[in-house]
């Protein structure tokens, strides 16, 4: 089994926090994006890569950038080859991520004739002068009313991203985003503590000293906040930025945290071999659309002790945590006896044979990770 990502670098315009690889060209320039996702997709399967041949993908993520910019017939086109090339799992988790004002009903009509099944938002805050601050283009109501739409066209397995810690937000905007959200009827919620990316407006900002950073106990309040109201709300805190109603996790970015294979199509894609090769493809689009042979890409082959540090770094943030019995003698006794200081002062504990973070120790988990890591 794999996971299939396609990333749609395509944004009307730029969040001011956002380091994802995007463009805002638009135009002919999609359609020829797609031609050159199908041919990637073709050579992948044709090429060296071809482990991912003959498998079936039990998950597929449309993200982005902003992939409902794309117009309906290139995502029915998107979908005719990737049905044409892999064995498709009848129950898969088919995913697309939209922007709240794209969404409408036609769009989510044209939605129908593809096998999409969850709906992915970027919302970040409820907040309109902090949506206005993000530069987003979408305000409360529509997040709103867009949530509501996709649940009356069907889909009911709607995901919302909010974004807490923003420069000026206090504790009772955060209070009512996340209240806001859990009124929805939503059946998962991704929530991100703000970090400024290098490169970003947001960072010149901060570097300026027109911003600041929100003040680390307000931050940590914020996040307690959002533990108890999604547990009160019936959501399962499956990860540490990511909640779900009981049989609505995130199936996709779980193959992520399991390190289960994925193949990335298009440009700034990341792909995994579920051993030991990672593959990134470049942020440019326009190399990407004029490659006719391979897409430029980089590869990397994870040492022992990356190999390592990324299981540690990927298990200990699920609720599942660091399965023991998975590591090498040498790793396990390693991995226990970092974890000791932490097993005495409860910030990790051991459940069958698994070391999990405990609510505690779920507040310094990157100092956690960090001492478990070599
Ligand atoms: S947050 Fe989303 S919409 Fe905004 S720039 Fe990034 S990818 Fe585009």
Redesign the pocket.
Known sequence: MISLYVHLPF?RS??IY?D?Y?TTLQGDVMARYVDALERECQQRLDGKDNIYKCTRVHTIYIG???PSLLPPDLLQRLFDFVGKSFSIAPDAEVTVEA?PDDISRQWLQSLKETPVNRISM?VQTFSNPLLRFLSRRHDAQQAISAVRLCQEAGYGNVSIDLIYGLPGQTMSQWQSDVEQALSLGITHLSAYSLTFEEGTRLDTMLRKGLVEEADEELSRQMYHFLMSATEKAGFQHYEISNFAKPGFHSRHNSCYWQGTPYLGLGAGAHSYDGERTRRANLPDIKAYIAASADVPHETEVLSDSELYDEFIMTRLRTAVGIPLSELPLQDRNYCLAAAEPHLSNGRLCLRDDHLCLTKQGIFTSNDIISDLMK
């Open positions: 944004c730029r969040c956002c994802f995007s982005g950038g902003t922007n970027g």
